[in-house]
């Protein structure tokens, strides 16, 4: 017997009291996740900036007057306003690279990019900033994901917290550049870590008509952690303190050893039988249902039956079917979050105020995550993965012609694109999550989530493009986001199925 077909008998709804208890202490740690993922675009945000003029005070007033700025800065033609990396030495009528800088206070007080000089000449040290944390991620996706299929979700998930905390902390009080994109990246490999163990728990945990609400609503929290950075931001304007006060709610969740129970699927699947069934008599016990004794001595015979496959991502390839489908969701993890990130991450350069633009960015994530809600089940996972990403692919190609002439219809069709492509990001999770078999889902989805994170380790250097042509990251994204949708259609539909078990189940669906 699948553990699918227990799952009825512990609860008189799809949800009872013990799972939406355990449910929902697993969706508060998406808020943290996200105040770690979308702090770096206040964390490392570029103040206006000019060259410190020979004699000049270090503390010296960001605005000249109109004659000094004349003789003193040149013009930069090409972008139409006075050099941020040039000036002219007193001496000398020839221009010269700026050797410090006097930076303008009124919209960012404090950033990592000031502190340790990140513009001009430098510039590119902030996108790979952005890059290495996308590598942490990709990095805890892996070790990570491995760890907890071998040991099991919640050892993984405390181990992350654990981590994360520490080097939170570090990356706040880093000294110099270096450091500090070592401690981010770390908190990067944390992030992915405890999401990715929290986010299996959830799904492992409920009934197949529930697997959609789950997959949502944990992301729904994760749009709200997004949206609250901007309020932390609002407040903090030192990226020091910004960082503690992000960091420090994660000491809650090191109580979530004594109140998260272990996957009763990895339990099963890792011959763990008698904690197992310790976990579902509680379950029953506390929703006031009784199960009948048959039932676990069918799913014991079942479950040994799978206790000897080999747990390796390898597995994935073994067969030409499931190799195809494992590509084909990994193509679509590296182009959504190459998408989803670029856009998060630079809401500064669309124009308007930057922490407005910001939590508007997170809000749309709102409404997308709420209609799926109510979508999910009833259109179906693969129609709305195909149609969120050709619509969003389209929104980012119309919105170029708009994007120096009409800025309101710019940035209105970036903020549709951005909740499409948001639609598509819990889509291709639940749908990763329904395609791959238990005993290699937690390493397969750590894996997707790996394509994911090159995506957004290049995403960075795409948005780079910008300061050579505007139009360059929209017009990437456009095209690569409206292939990913079209070659959707190959995948089969996994809504109300049952989720495999065995890698001869995943090559069947």
Known sequence: MNYDE??????????????????????????????????????????????KLDGELSNASFKLPDDILNYSIPFDNSKQEYSKCEYFRADSSEAVKCSEFIWDESKVESSAVKSFALVCDRGILKATAEAIYMFGILMGCYCFGSFSDKFGRRPAFMLAMLIQILFGFLTAFAPEYLSFVIFNMIVGTTTSGA??????????????????????????????????????????????????SLTLPSLLFLSYWWFIPESNRWLLVNNQKGRAFAQIEKIAKTNKVNIPKDILNKLVAEEDDNKNQKKSLFGLFKSP???????????????????YYGLSWNTSNLGGNEIINFVISGAVELPANFFLLFALNRLGRKPILMGGMISAGGLFLISIFFQQSHTWIFISLIMLGKMTITASFTTVYIFSAEQFPTVIRNVAIGAASMSARFGGMITPYVFYLSNYWQPAPFLIYGIAVSIAGISASFLSETVNRQLPETLADGDEL
Not at 219 to 236: C, H, Q
């Open 195 to 244: 999401f990715l163990s929290a986010y299996c728990l959830s799904l492992e945990m409920v009934r197949k008509e529930s697997r959609n609400y789950a997959g949502t609503i944990i992301l729904m929290f994760f749009s709200t952690g997004y949206m609250l950075v901007g309020a932390f931001a609002y407040f903090i304007h030192n990226w020091r303190w910004l960082k503690i």
């Open 321 to 339: 079917k499931l190799r195809i489908k494992s590509l084909l969701i990994f193509f679509y993890w590296f182009v959504i979050c190459g998408a």
């Open 6 to 51: 227990v799952l009825p008998h512990l609860s008189r709804g799809n949800f009872g009291k013990y799972q939406t208890k355990i449910y929902i202490l697993l969706c508060l740690p998406s808020l943290i996740i996200a105040f770690h993922n979308m702090s770096g675009v206040f964390i490392l945000a570029v103040p206006d900036h000019r060259c």
